[in-house]
T-cell receptor, first 111, second 114 residues
Framework: QKEVEQNSGPLSVPEGAIASLNCTYS??????FFWYRQYSGKSPELIMF????GDKEDGRFTAQLNKASQYVSLLIRDSQPSDSATYLC???????????FGSGTQLTVLP | DTEVTQTPKHLVMGMTNKKSLKCEQH?????MYWYKQKAKKPPELMFV???????INESVPSRFSPECPNSSLLNLHLHALQPEDSALYLC?????????????FGPGTRLLVL
């Protein structure tokens, strides 16, 4: 069974710090990796996706993928209280249309 | 524009009611999805439509009946639901080609079954 594991948290960081969110996956055939942000009571919002080994940066967000270690991470630089949310890691495998989600990491950024 | 719209935002129904959830996207995406999400859990895939045909049904009870009238619309018909079906129902659509195919979620319908 394909599994995606996230450190469940909760994770608290002070404002301005770097928040590091981690995710491991079991299926070596996984192709694409997504980070969604979900505020309480709202729907998931796509933050970033990555499919090649290495780093991908978008503003304050950096996604890192290491397929050999089956590990994907999301770094949030200069964390803001508005970043406080649950972050969902999701992975596609043989079918690009079947996302397997991790259980999510709840992040709190303290003012 | 990556907008998926869903109606209604909230729905309360009894166990004998029939209701429908609606979803619409105008991004030209050819795949559309229904997910169910319970509190503090990740979304669970229910159905996938690809090119207006049902391609994935994750063993969902028959009291949930999906319909894809055209490439922009997706409905979820509800009948004889149980209180445990109360959840946030999310529609999503995806475009692009793997590995770049990306799913975008609508705002969801919060369903309460009494």
């Amino acid at each position: 069974q394909k599994e995606v594991e996230q450190n469940s948290g909760p994770l608290s960081v002070p404002e301005g710090a770097i928040a590091s969110l981690n995710c491991t996956y079991s299926d070596r055939g996984s192709q694409s990796f997504f980070w969604y942000r979900q505020y309480s009571g709202k729907s998931p919002e796509l933050i970033m996706f990555i499919y090649s080994n290495g780093d991908k940066e978008d503003g304050r967000f950096t996604a890192q993928l290491n397929k050999a270690s089956q590990y994907v991470s999301l770094l949030i630089r200069d964390s803001q209280p508005s970043d406080s949310a649950t972050y969902l890691c999701a992975v596609t495998g043989g079918s690009a249309r079947q996302l397997t989600f991790g259980s999510g990491t709840q992040l709190t950024v303290l003012p | 524009d990556t907008e998926v719209t869903q109606t209604p935002k909230h729905l309360v129904m009894g166990m004998t009611n029939k209701k429908s959830l609606k979803c619409e996207q105008h991004m030209g995406h050819r795949a559309m999805y229904w997910y169910k999400q319970k509190a503090k859990k990740p979304p669970e895939l229910m159905f996938v439509y690809s090119y207006e045909k049902l391609s994935i049904n994750e063993s969902v009870p028959s009291r949930f009946s999906p319909e894809c009238p055209n490439s922009s619309l997706l409905n979820l018909h509800l009948h004889a639901l149980q209180p445990e079906d109360s959840a946030l129902y999310l529609c999503a659509s995806s475009g692009g080609v793997a590995p770049k195919e990306t799913q975008y979620f609508g705002p969801g319908t919060r369903l309460l079954v009494l």
